[in-house]
Each structure stands twice: as structure tokens, then as C-alpha cells.
């Protein structure tokens, strides 16, 4: 079993949250998240992985509003008070930064380190940064010896796409730099999208998914029952899964502080759903959550969504 060191940029820091006593009846996140080492790791029950992304250099790239560099420190703070119920032990690996425009170093550097968290045995967590986040997810889970043999599934909650064919790779892309690394390798990739805002993507984009033969549901057609059948439908096809959630999947009174607003959205009670089907098929390999941006986050509030569905991903 691997037990090397992932490289991270930035080691973890302590959490914080409230206190009410040491005991396990009083347990939070905070209390309960311990700073990763392979040896702990190795000796835990069911171990979860979290790695920060810090990065909107992609969003930036997609003329979106920046901010979302910072998220993952804000997604820590929303999790950390958080009463600690889950089943499983929780590790902090750190950040990999993003510095300036460095962003395809930065996403082969995360790609490494999730790389060796998943070969030992983790169920691997990144907190991002913009959607380019994906394309790091996707380096670290294809390069994983886990993946071997199985047929992966990428499932995106997301009101885009992200299929977006630019010179220069940026948070609009990630989706179709997965289907030309696959297709290099003469696979396809089996891609599925949750939310998709019809009027938020072009024909073109519409175009390429039917192209790639991606299978998607729309933000209109999000009633619990037409979700829980998609993804049912979508786990039946696959062995492992990648799950990657863009908070803008969400309407904006929900999830105010992304970088872009959904008018629409998908209601938080479907997303939740979605996320406790993924959790219980047994398939779920890796998650990651984009697009949080604190800087426009109404009292936090899309910072705690975000932690109540990392929760409920790991519970």
C-alpha cells in the first residue's frame, strides 16, 4: 500500500470551532479532524481526505469574478463547528496553491497528491477553488492505481456544462480537457450533468454534450423523483464514481457566493438527496466542491451548504 507523503504547498492548520467538552457525546468537526500522516491514515476506520484547492485562476481565465482562492479556509470554518456524527476518520492534508496564472502546474501538483491519498486507501475530499478544480480531480483520479480495471463516472451537479472548447484551459473547460485526455487513451468518458440552466449554455455547448454523449438533466426537470431515477440510472453504469459539486448549482438565494448566481437553481433538498444516493452506492472514489467565493457569501451561507454537503457525502 502506498504510504508516501502527498506535496502539498500550504500543511494544515488546527480547526476551530465551539466547545462544550472533550468527551465524544460533545465531539465537532474541529475536534475530530486530525492533521494527515500516512501511519494515521493507515490505521483509521473508513479514512476521508481533505485537500484545499486554492485557486480562481480558471475563473478568472472565464471572465467570472475572482475569489474563490480563498473558499477553502471558508469551508473549514463552516465544517468545523459542525457536530461530528460521522462513522469514519477525517484527516486535513493541506493546501496546494495556485500562485498568479500557474494553473496547470498547480493542478498536476494536486492531481499528484490525490493521486497517492487515493492509492492508500482514502476517500479523497477537495475543497476548491473555481470548477477548474475538476481538472485536478480528474488527474488525481485517473492516475490512481485505485481506478484500475474500473469504469469510471464523473456526475457534476452544475448549472453549466463546462465543456467550453478556449485556446487556454480556465473553470469553463475541465469537462472536455477529461474527454480528450479519455479519448487519448481510447476510452470515453461518461459524463453526467444535474442542473443544467438551458438559457446559461449555448447551443454550441449543447452540441458538444450531445457530441460526447453526455447525459444530462435540467434545472427544470429536477423534481426529486427525475433526479433520484437519473443518478440511479447513471451508479448502474459505473464502478467508481467522481462526484464534483459547483455550489452555483444552487439558486443564489441559497448559494449567494459563487461566482455565478443561479436565477433558477436546483433546490438544496434534491442536491442533499443526490448527495446521500452517491454516498450509499458504495462507488463514491472521490468529491470535490467548486465555486465557492466568501467574498460575496451572505452570512456564510453558501460556505455552510457547502459544509453540510461535504457532512452528509461522509456520513
Not at 484527516?91 to 500557474?102: I, K, L, P, R
Not at 469537462?175 to 459524463?191: C, D, I, K, P, S
Amino acid at each position: 500500500m502506498e504510504t508516501s507523503v502527498p506535496t502539498v504547498d500550504v500543511s494544515p492548520t488546527p480547526w476551530t470551532g465551539r466547545f462544550d467538552g472533550d468527551g465524544a457525546e460533545h465531539r465537532r468537526w474541529w475536534q475530530a479532524v486530525a492533521p494527515h500522516t500516512p501511519e494515521a491514515s493507515a490505521a483509521a476506520v473508513r479514512p476521508a481526505v481533505v485537500l484545499g484547492f486554492c485557486s480562481d485562476a480558471g475563473v478568472l481565465r472565464n471572465k467570472g469574478r475572482t475569489g474563490a482562492a480563498a473558499a477553502p479556509a471558508a469551508i473549514r470554518s463552516a465544517l468545523g463547528p459542525l457536530a461530528f456524527h460521522l462513522g469514519r476518520d477525517v484527516f486535513d492534508a493541506g493546501d496546494v496553491v495556485v500562485e498568479d496564472d500557474s494553473l496547470e502546474a498547480g493542478q498536476k501538483r494536486a492531481g499528484r497528491a490525490i493521486s497517492v491519498l487515493l492509492d492508500a486507501g482514502n476517500l479523497t475530499v477537495v475543497l476548491g477553488g473555481g470548477h477548474e478544480t475538476a481538472f485536478a480531480s480528474y488527474l488525481g483520479v485517473a492516475g490512481s492505481e485505485v481506478l484500475q480495471g474500473k469504469r469510471l463516472g464523473v456526475l457534476n451537479l452544475d448549472a453549466h456544462f463546462d465543456l467550453r472548447d478556449d485556446p487556454t484551459p480556465s473553470s469553463g473547460t475541465p469537462f472536455l480537457q477529461m474527454a480528450r485526455a479519455e479519448a487519448a487513451v481510447g476510452r470515453e468518458l461518461q459524463y453526467a450533468v444535474v442542473g443544467i440552466s438551458e438559457p446559461n449554455n449555448t447551443r454550441t455547448l449543447f452540441d458538444t454534450a450531445d457530441r460526447l454523449g453526455v447525459k444530462y438533466l435540467l434545472d427544470e426537470q429536477c423534481s426529486a423523483e427525475a433526479a433520484e431515477i437519473f443518478v440511479a440510472d447513471f451508479l448502474a453504469a459505473v464502478d467508481a464514481l467522481y462526484l464534483t459539486i459547483d455550489l452555483d448549482v444552487m439558486p443564489a438565494s441559497v448559494a449567494p457566493g459563487v461566482s455565478a448566481p443561479a436565477a433558477y437553481g436546483v433546490p438544496l433538498p434534491v442536491i442533499s438527496a443526490i448527495c446521500r444516493q452517491v454516498a450509499a452506492s458504495g462507488k463514491l472514489l472521490h468529491l470535490d466542491v467548486a465555486e465557492l467565493n466568501p467574498e460575496f457569501d451572505i452570512d456564510s451561507r453558501t460556505a455552510k451548504v457547502a459544509a453540510r454537503l461535504v457532512n452528509t457525502l461522509l456520513a
